[in-house]
């Protein structure tokens, strides 16, 4: 099971550390990433990392602004955020997969709220 939190309401330019903890099994060997869903917009692909931490990716919109990482001793994974911008605004899930795809991605966890007022 995955449990995300750490989102929360701060003001464009703000910062947030957003964390997810799997419990029940150890996810040290898939992929992990983080997608969104912005009201009325479809799920989005936003940050992802490999079971050995050595290649992310991310999604052009927050290139540049967000890190991910994993403390695979810790069966944690984390999404740095920075310099947010009202169009962060969304819930923010956590995912576990043996590929970096949404539909690859095989457990879910229920997502934590970031908004971004202007």
């Known amino acids: 099971q995955l449990q995300a939190c750490g989102g929360g309401l701060v003001q464009a330019g703000d910062s947030l550390r957003l964390s997810c903890a799997a419990s029940?099994?150890?996810?040290?060997?898939?992929?992990m990433g983080w997608f969104r869903r912005a009201p009325g917009k479809e799920r989005e692909f936003v940050a992802g990392?490999?079971?050995?931490?050595?290649?992310?990716y991310y999604a052009d919109s927050v290139k540049g602004r967000f890190i991910i990482s994993r403390d695979n001793a810790k069966n944690t994974v984390y999404l740095q955020m920075n310099s947010l911008k009202p169009e962060d605004t969304a819930v923010y899930h956590c995912?576990?997969?043996?590929?970096?795809?949404?539909?690859?991605?095989?457990?879910w966890g229920k997502g934590t709220l970031v908004t971004v007022s202007s």
């Open positions: 995912a576990a997969g043996r590929r970096l795809t949404e539909a690859d991605m095989t457990y």
């Open positions: 029940g099994r150890t996810f040290s060997s898939y992929a």
């Open positions: 990392i490999i079971s050995s931490s050595s290649s992310t």
